[in-house]
């Protein structure tokens, strides 16, 4: 590992023995604070090899949630693939303020969360490990990531209270279909501009583009999601929350306000920068 280090330093890898510790206990099937009480333990000709197989691919850039399959969010473990984004702990601020809405929802039945843009499932998931009486909605375009989000929904069920009876999957396009009826729809949708591309650190090379990049500086499936939800017949009323790229709260609250949301606010991130902007929607019957 002392060789390990240095290595993954030079290949412009931020957390480098971090990065090493995790892919070491990996290869030995213990947890990273168990090696670190043993950190000179002898490795066999088989895990030696694995191990220098797995730093190579860091070294090539290659995400560490993508290497070992998975990735901690709100305290669950999810399984990642090339099919979704990892889970970041930035998004964790776009479950707080669902939560937090939810909190002082009135409805007359179960509060219905919806999330447009699912991926690994991460979020939907995460507000119904809180919010024990909801009903959840994944939507996705994708039938990869789908996959990846009903092993997850099904790994973490053990975990969730009536989790597999409260959550559903549906694959469809936000642009092409009516989207579900709901109380709160949530959605982390491609928001960094395609111009910003070739500025972009290694590991987005791992992700699937159509998750990461939007036309119109980036605004573009922000728009497409509002107008959605704007045209339809129902629900009549709900909120809308959205994680944020850096510097869009502007431009996204414009969008929210010229379409007829009201109450429209933000929320930092433990970085102090604003991560989520979400606004309520009352649709006048006629």
């Avoid at 694959?171 to 491609?190: F, T, V």
Wanted: include cysteine; hydrophobic fraction near 45%; charge should be negative.
């Amino acid at each position: 590992m002392a060789i390990t280090e240095p290595r993954l330093r030079a290949a412009g890898c931020d957390s480098p023995r971090l990065d090493a510790q995790i892919l070491l206990a990996e290869v030995l099937k213990i947890d990273r604070a168990r090696l670190l009480l043993d950190p000179s333990r002898e490795l066999t000709d088989e895990q030696s090899d694995q191990y220098a197989s797995l730093v190579a691919e860091r070294i090539a850039r290659k995400p560490l949630a993508k290497i070992i399959g998975r990735k901690e969010f709100w305290s669950l473990d999810f399984a990642v693939s090339t099919a979704v984004l990892d889970p970041r702990p930035d998004s964790e601020t776009l479950v707080e303020a669902a939560i937090q809405i939810a909190d002082r929802t009135p409805v007359d039945h179960p509060l219905t969360l919806c999330d447009l843009g699912t991926g690994s499932g991460c979020l939907i998931i995460a507000l119904l490990k809180e919010l024990t009486t909801a009903r959840g909605i994944g939507l996705d375009s994708s039938a990869a990531a789908l996959e990846i989000a009903r092993f997850n929904g099904q790994n973490l069920a053990s975990q969730i209270p009536n989790l597999d009876q409260r959550l559903e999957w549906r694959q469809a396009d936000w642009r092409e279909a009516s989207l579900p009826i709901a109380d709160i729809y949530i959605a982390n949708p491609p928001y960094i501009a395609l111009e910003s591309k070739a500025d972009l650190a290694p590991e987005l090379d791992y992700e699937p583009a159509n998750a990461l990049f939007a036309d119109d500086q980036g605004l573009a499936e922000y728009r497409a999601i509002i107008e959605a939800l704007v045209k339809a017949s129902q629900p009549s009323q709900f909120w809308l929350l959205f994680e944020l790229g850096e510097g869009q709260e502007g431009a996204v609250r414009t969008l929210l306000t010229g379409a007829g949301f009201t109450m429209v606010y933000n929320r930092n991130d433990l970085r102090g920068r604003v991560r989520m902007i979400g606004g309520h929607y009352f649709r006048e019957t006629q």
